[in-house]
T-cell receptor
Framework: NAGVTQTPKFQVLKTGQSMTLQCAQD?????MSWYRQDPGMGLRLIHY???????DQGEVPNGYNVSRSTTEDFPLRLLSAAPSQTSVYFC??????????????FGPGTRLTVL | RKEVEQDPGPFNVPEGATVAFNCTYS??????FFWYRQDCRKEPKLLMS???SGNEDGRFTAQLNRASQYISLLIRDSKLSDSATYLC??????????????FGAGTRLAVHP
């Protein structure tokens, strides 16, 4: 199993450009999510999905879109990049079982700089 | 007030030392609790879950106090390889079908020879 994979590893964008961060998992997990991590702060949830065709907003969704057409893939789209979106982005996946300790598995991250 | 409060450290300890990290969380509805470890410029990885009765995994012991909304992690006989940031993570089941994890900013541990 490859686990959770993310591409690209690094990206530099200019203000106003758009791009898609890719995320895929091969563990047949129902739940997938995107976080951003900024210095001195915990990971913050951007968007999440509990299954193909179902997505919802996390705590910091503005400026980002997601879709989930398959169980495996969960891309994150930046619509019009802003310097405030400079961050490290992590994709994660897990099973989604109530009253269970559902371990979240993380991808290696994408380091994004917006100039 | 932050949902999860952790001392950012760094905790600088010699090899072989015992070190303890504490964490408080604000959401009394939190049901599951975890410690994740994050190495520099890497992704977080699960270190251990934290059960109500407390649990141990080798050199690591985790405790939970629901009444005080407090979680702790004890590391005995520290190794150089324990140097990392330790993230306290309570979670809450959200209707709609997922565990919402709230990540603390982490406590940094540096173990020196």
């Amino acid at each position: 199993n490859a686990g959770v994979t993310q591409t690209p590893k690094f990206q530099v964008l200019k203000t106003g450009q758009s791009m898609t961060l890719q995320c895929a998992q091969d563990m047949n997990h129902e739940y997938m999510s995107w976080y951003r991590q900024d210095p001195g702060m915990g990971l913050r949830l951007i968007h999440y999905s509990v299954g193909a065709g179902i997505t919802d907003q996390g705590e910091v969704p503005n400026g980002y879109n997601v879709s989930r057409s398959t169980t495996e893939d969960f891309p994150l789209r930046l619509l019009s990049a802003a310097p405030s979106q400079t961050s490290v982005y992590f994709c994660a996946s897990s099973y989604s079982r109530r009253n269970s300790y559902n371990e979240q598995f993380f991808g290696p991250g994408t380091r994004l700089t917006v100039l | 007030r932050k949902e999860v409060e952790q001392d950012p450290g760094p905790f600088n300890v010699p090899e072989g030392a015992t070190v303890a990290f504490n964490c408080t969380y604000s959401n009394s509805a939190s049901q599951s609790f975890f410690w994740y470890r994050q190495d520099c410029r890497k992704e977080p990885k699960l270190l251990m879950s934290v059960y109500s009765s407390g649990n141990e995994d080798g050199r690591f012991t985790a405790q939970l106090n629901r009444a005080s909304q407090y979680i702790s992690l004890l590391i005995r006989d520290s190794k150089l390889s324990d140097s990392a940031t330790y993230l306290c993570v309570p979670s809450t089941w959200i209707s709609g079908g997922y565990n919402k994890l709230i990540f603390g900013a982490g406590t940094r541990l540096a173990v020196h020879p």
